[in-house]
């Protein structure tokens, strides 16, 4: 049978119909993802989710927390002693973080060496209080950067997941380096901001006064942890949406889940590494952990698995074997 020509142009109009409702509707899709997980300001996002406890893998209320005690010092040390600080990023941004002594008489008490503790997604610096507090215990200062979206950052554009904190932790190195060019420094974080110093590990223009970074439960990439997300939350597959939001993301706030990678900024790095991860962490699979481990072309890594942790957890479940880990680590490589 053969369509007449007048057929065949309602055929291709509705065709085109189609198409251009299906693109439509992919755009929206991919506008409210980008904006559910990396708008600060969204009505419905990540965070809410995340809060009302409606996201698998973040079940704090049930956890260990062995350290919990400590954590309440430290929390009442970082309100007491927390200085502000800021850096002006290479895009002209002003970004604020905050600066902690080091105690007098720790074993690292000469002046000279920092660490660069950074947090997790939906975070903020004080949620690391008691990490900072240990390496100030030693006589580290403590720099302390606020992500982009996050706190006192909220208003600097985006969520970067870790990739542009990773660029803009490059520049908060180098302004310790400019007003001490002796300055042995540590690069700490979890979650989120594990991923940011992993991502950072790889960067050109990272001062070679990184002595090591230390990460706990970062993820692979923004890509594999949002296919993940994408399922638990709503129950999608990564198959259209995810690419939209990819595209969305690349349009909004200049980068693509998959560049946003820890794996390929790994196979790059050269600095000392520690790896940590809880081996029950669903919320970033403790399988990223052999990926991560395995991509980083450092000399000198090592990894350590906390038995029965959830996500971010470690130093809660097992204090003991986490800090003597950490401790040894640095010991070994500062």
Same mark, same amino acid.
């Not at 979650?191 to 990184?210: F, H, I, K, P, Q």
């Not at 949002?226 to 993301?249: H, M, R, T, W, Y």
């Not at 196979?267 to 980083?296: K, N, Q, W, Y």
């Not at 450092?298 to 003597?324: F, I, M, Q, R």
């Given at each position: 049978?053969?369509?007449?020509?007048?057929?065949?142009?309602?055929?291709?109009?509705?065709?085109?119909?189609?198409?251009?409702?299906?693109?439509?509707?992919?755009?929206?899709?991919?506008?409210?993802?980008?904006?559910?997980?990396?708008?600060?300001?969204?009505?419905?996002?990540?965070?809410?989710?995340?809060?009302?406890?409606?996201?698998?893998?973040?079940?704090?209320?049930?956890?260990?927390?062995?350290?919990?005690?400590?954590?309440?010092?430290?929390?009442?040390?970082?309100?007491?002693?927390?200085?502000s600080v800021s850096h002006?990023?290479?895009? %002209?941004?002003?970004?604020?973080? +905050?600066?902690?002594? %080091?105690?007098e008489g720790g074993a690292?008490?000469?002046?000279?060496?920092?660490?660069?503790?950074?947090?997790?997604?939906?975070?903020?610096?004080?949620?690391?209080?008691?990490?900072?507090?240990?390496?100030?215990?030693?006589?580290?200062?403590?720099?302390?950067?606020?992500?982009?979206?996050?706190?006192? &950052?909220?208003?600097?554009?985006?969520?970067? #997941?870790? +990739?542009?904190?990773?660029?803009?932790?490059?520049? +908060?190195?180098?302004?310790?380096?400019?007003?001490?060019?002796?300055?042995?420094?540590?690069?700490?974080?979890?979650?989120?901001?594990?991923?940011?110093? #992993? #991502?950072?590990?790889?960067?050109?223009?990272?001062?070679?006064?990184?002595?090591?970074?230390?990460?706990?439960?970062?993820?692979?990439?923004?890509?594999?942890?949002?296919?993940?997300?994408?399922?638990?939350?709503?129950?999608?597959?990564?198959?259209?949406?995810?690419?939209?939001?990819?595209?969305?993301?690349?349009?909004?706030?200049?980068?693509?889940?998959?560049?946003?990678?820890?794996?390929?900024?790994?196979?790059?790095?050269?600095?000392?590494?520690?790896?940590?991860? %809880?081996?029950?962490?669903?919320?970033?699979?403790?399988? #990223?952990?052999?990926?991560?481990?395995?991509?980083?072309?450092?000399?000198?890594?090592?990894?350590?698995?906390?038995?029965?942790?959830?996500?971010?957890?470690?130093?809660?479940?097992?204090?003991?074997?986490? +800090?003597?880990?950490?401790?040894?680590?640095?010991?070994? &490589?500062?």
């Amino acid at each position: 049978m053969t369509l007449s020509r007048r057929t065949r142009r309602i055929v291709v109009a509705v065709v085109a119909a189609v198409v251009v409702v299906l693109l439509a509707g992919l755009a929206l899709a991919g506008n409210f993802l980008v904006d559910f997980a990396l708008n600060p300001h969204a009505e419905f996002s990540m965070a809410s989710t995340m809060r009302a406890g409606n996201v698998d893998g973040l079940d704090y209320a049930e956890a260990p927390k062995l350290d919990e005690a400590y954590a309440d010092e430290a929390a009442s040390w970082f309100d007491a002693e927390r200085e502000s600080v800021s850096h002006t990023a290479d895009d %002209g941004t002003e970004l604020l973080g +905050w600066h902690l002594p %080091g105690a007098e008489g720790g074993a690292y008490a000469d002046g000279h060496t920092w660490a660069v503790v950074c947090h997790g997604y939906i975070g903020k610096p004080a949620d690391m209080a008691k990490y900072a507090y240990h390496f100030s215990q030693l006589g580290m200062d403590v720099l302390m950067p606020a992500a982009r979206g996050h706190e006192r &950052n909220e208003d600097a554009g985006l969520i970067q #997941m870790g +990739w542009g904190d990773a660029r803009d932790l490059v520049g +908060w190195v180098s302004d310790i380096v400019a007003a001490d060019p002796d300055a042995k420094i540590l690069l700490f974080g979890t979650s989120m901001g594990g991923a940011e110093v #992993m #991502m950072a590990s790889g960067m050109d223009g990272l001062a070679d006064n990184v002595r090591l970074i230390v990460e706990d439960c970062g993820y692979t990439s923004v890509w594999d942890e949002f296919e993940l997300q994408l399922g638990n939350v709503f129950g999608l597959p990564s198959f259209p949406i995810l690419n939209a939001a990819d595209l969305a993301c690349q349009l909004r706030a200049g980068y693509t889940f998959e560049a946003a990678s820890a794996v390929e900024s790994l196979r790059s790095a050269s600095v000392p590494m520690l790896f940590i991860h %809880g081996d029950a962490d669903t919320f970033v699979p403790f399988s #990223m952990l052999d990926e991560c481990f395995d991509a980083c072309a450092s000399a000198v890594k090592e990894k350590l698995v906390v038995k029965g942790a959830g996500h971010g957890l470690s130093a809660s479940t097992d204090p003991t074997l986490y +800090w003597g880990t950490v401790d040894a680590f640095v010991a070994d &490589n500062l």
